[in-house]
């Protein structure tokens, strides 16, 4: 009986007597190589009859070098070769020593060089120069030598056997460890225990693994059969005390009672504790009487396979923290993706991968809370869990962002809308919710990384068209997209180029005809000469982020020009800067713009920022502060593109403002239609209710100016008046219109 280190492996070996081991495994098999016949009659004769180390030996032979090594390569088991040094040639038997270890690679192989003269092969220089064990003349190999010359050979062959079968017995087990780590689960962890002992003992994996099924181990009806191979495999899921074979239940039950391990002549049992509470038993068993057995690589085996048990859980719930989504429940993002290309592998036809994100959530989480948000997101995961059945996969992504995998007839655009037709019930408050969606079919993807891509372009192209919105994605929306990306990356590169630049197009107040101010303009030309239009990049700047480095050039730059133009005489002119939300998110906006003031040396009351209605959905409240502080300066406000974005009066009544900018594209509709000149005199009259001064953008000709001074606008930019100009050419316009 043997004991492991922690106490947990006990091995008890079964009667296996010299019958039993005498069946395994015969005889030694020996080669005599020589050339003369005589020799191999006398050393059959010789060794008539012994047996060494409990084995018979069996005598095998060859005539030449070349017929030991075809004898060699057909019976690569032989422990020992009593090779001849002359045979066909006089260096024929180191010859076929190097052929031996060399070609063959026996490296085992025991090699007995025998010569009939002892000058025909200088020992020393022979035994230095060539990988042989051993060095006799043929007068030397009595009986009684002969028999010690072999058992020293034999012994030295079995340990340099025995020493391979632990090695190779180390590999399996070190690679068993590593595939057990990776399994899914108990079940496929069992089934890898059987394949694996079977594998290291060297026989057909025949057998059964028992679990305990509650902690109470003292109860055997509470053991069930967890894997099983072979001719046991009809056991699975049986109670122990349900297997018919007595021997088997019995092996198994003392195992997992008594947390030992038995060797048999034709089975092993090995007990393998998980942890405190829980343990199992592997029953193997073999049709041929098992070879002896290597109980230390038992020991290893079971203690490594006791340490991957004892890890599964673990690996399981870092698994369960790789795939899952812990805040609702779901499958997250790298579930997806491992369900997208399980789809694709199983050949899906008509399937698609929708995304879905939560419109104004940001301004929700801001103005309600995050604990409202919180909930709200999970609301939202159990209504989308609860009305699709399992064919259709739902996962959250990230932050308001879901998805749905399936069938493109369950999820279409109507359908997934209609499941946000009624409102969520959040601290017994109704919860009205919309969503952009985008959809991507999975035909055509290589992989669940590119299906997902594309219905991520798709999901931004829906928000960009505004709240409620969906897109399926196509050929050209991927094309679209690729543009957009390469664009981008050519702002990037014309940003660190310095290629961007700034003009002005000045602001005329209709009642007196003077310039009030001007308007910066950002604009680019690549090196090639090409503008590219304002409406092209600035966008993507602003989706990409690139425009808050650009701000940061821009507004030091604008009010540098500005101190120039002071300085030239005109010391009231008023520049107005286009300013983004992702700009005004920034926690040092405030300090940045006083800053750059500061180092232009350019008075705050000359400074008019332009923001649009849509910097309200970032958080109203935060929003109003900061525009409060920036007007408490001396700063005016404009709120530009008016009546295109996200117009809400309520957002007008709280925001802090100065001006209010009629779009260009409502200007230029009133030449064409009447509807869109009501609709300019409208916010006009608005701009005179809320006693703040309207300026109109895109004038084109007299008439239209002077139709906007009957309206009420106070002022105007545009064509009529003056193209946007650089500093120099400004500075010139200046002195010919004061």
Not at 319 to 330: H, T
Not at 423 to 437: A, R
Not at 478 to 495: V, Y
Not at 539 to 545: F, L, M, N, Y
């Amino acid at each position: 009986m043997a004991h492991s280190a922690d106490d947990d492996l006990i091995f008890i070996e079964e009667d296996r007597s010299p019958d039993n081991i005498a069946d395994m495994d015969a005889c030694w098999r020996i080669l005599i190589v020589d050339d003369d016949r005589d020799v191999h009659e006398a050393t059959e004769f010789a060794l008539s009859g012994v047996e060494i180390l409990g084995r018979r030996l069996h005598l095998m032979h060859a005539y030449s070098g070349r017929e030991a090594l075809t004898v060699l390569e057909r019976e690569p088991d032989i422990a020992v070769a009593l090779l001849d040094v002359v045979m066909e040639s006089d260096d024929a038997g180191l010859k076929t020593v190097v052929a031996i270890r060399q070609d063959l690679m026996l490296l085992n192989l025991r090699i007995i060089l025998r010569t009939g003269q002892p000058g025909q092969a200088p020992e020393a220089d022979t035994i230095a120069r060539y990988d042989i064990n051993d060095y006799k003349t043929k007068s030397e190999l009595t009986h009684s030598r002969l028999y010690t010359t072999l058992t020293s050979a034999i012994r030295s062959y079995n340990q340099l056997q025995r020493l391979d079968a632990s090695r190779r017995g180390l590999e399996k087990i070190v690679a068993a460890s590593n595939q057990f780590i990776a399994e899914k689960g108990l079940h496929s962890f069992a089934e890898g225990v059987i394949t694996q002992l079977a594998s290291l003992i060297g026989i057909a994996p025949e057998g059964l693994v028992c679990a305990a099924s509650s902690d109470d181990e003292d109860h055997p009806e509470q053991f069930r059969v967890i894997a099983a191979a072979g001719r046991y495999s009809h056991l699975i899921q049986q109670r122990l005390e349900e297997i018919d074979n007595l021997h088997i239940a019995q092996s198994l039950n003392q195992a997992l009672r008594n947390h030992y391990s038995t060797v048999g002549s034709r089975d092993i049992t090995l007990y393998f504790r998980k942890n405190a509470e829980e343990g199992f038993a592997a029953y193997i068993e073999s049709a041929e009487p098992i070879r002896e057995v290597d109980q230390h690589l038992l020991e290893i085996f079971c203690t490594n396979i006791a340490l991957c048990a004892k890890n599964i859980d673990l690996v399981n719930e870092l698994r369960r923290d790789a795939l899952v989504d812990r805040q609702v429940g779901l499958p997250n993002r790298n579930a997806l993706v491992l369900e997208l290309d399980r789809r694709l592998a199983e050949g899906a036809h008509n399937e698609v991968v929708a995304l879905l994100d939560i419109d104004q959530f940001a301004a929700t989480n801001d103005m309600l809370g995050h604990p409202y948000g919180d909930a709200l997101l999970t609301a939202t995961a159990q209504r989308l869990r609860a009305l699709f059945d399992n064919s259709v996969f739902v996962a959250r992504l990230a932050g308001d962002a879901f998805a749905l995998a399936g069938q493109g007839r369950f999820l279409d655009t109507a359908t997934i809308q209609r499941l946000f037709a009624h409102p969520f019930l959040i601290d017994e408050i109704d919860h009205p919710v919309s969503v952009c969606l985008g959809i991507a079919p999975l035909d055509g993807c290589s992989n669940g990384q590119d299906a997902l891509k594309n219905a991520y372009v798709a999901l931004r192209r829906a928000k960009a068209l505004g709240i409620g919105q969906s897109v399926t994605f196509s050929p050209e929306i991927g094309q679209s997209a690729r543009e957009h990306t390469l664009l981008l990356r050519d702002l990037r590169i014309a940003f660190e180029r310095r290629e961007l630049s700034i003009v002005y197009q000045p602001q005329i107040d209709l009642a007196s005809g003077k310039v009030i101010g001007a308007e910066a303009l950002l604009r680019w030309q690549r090196a090639d000469g090409e503008f590219v239009p304002p409406d092209r990049f600035i966008p993507i700047a602003e989706q990409s982020g690139l425009i808050v480095s650009i701000g940061r050039w821009m507004l030091p730059e604008v009010l540098r020009s500005l101190k120039r133009l002071q300085a030239a005489g005109h010391e009231q002119l008023r520049m107005a800067v286009n300013i983004s939300s992702i700009q005004l998110r920034q926690p040092s906006f405030l300090d940045f713009v006083n800053d750059s003031l500061a180092e232009a040396g350019v008075a705050p009351e000359l400074l008019e920022l332009e923001i649009t209605e849509s910097v309200a959905l970032e958080g109203l409240d935060a929003m109003v502060a900061l525009l409060d502080k920036l007007r408490s300066q001396g700063i005016r406000i404009a709120i530009d593109d008016f009546g295109t974005g996200y117009s809400s009066l309520n957002y007008l009544a709280r925001l802090p403002f100065d001006h209010l900018k009629i779009d260009r594209s409502f200007v230029l509709s009133m030449d064409t239609s009447e509807r869109g000149a009501r609709i300019v005199r409208t916010i006009a009259r608005l701009g005179s209710e809320l006693d703040v001064k309207t300026v109109a953008e895109g004038v084109e000709n007299q008439e239209i100016g002077q139709r906007l001074h009957a309206f009420g606008c106070g002022a105007v930019q545009g064509y009529h008046y003056a193209h946007p100009m650089d500093e120099a050419s400004l500075l010139l316009w200046l002195a010919e219109h004061r």
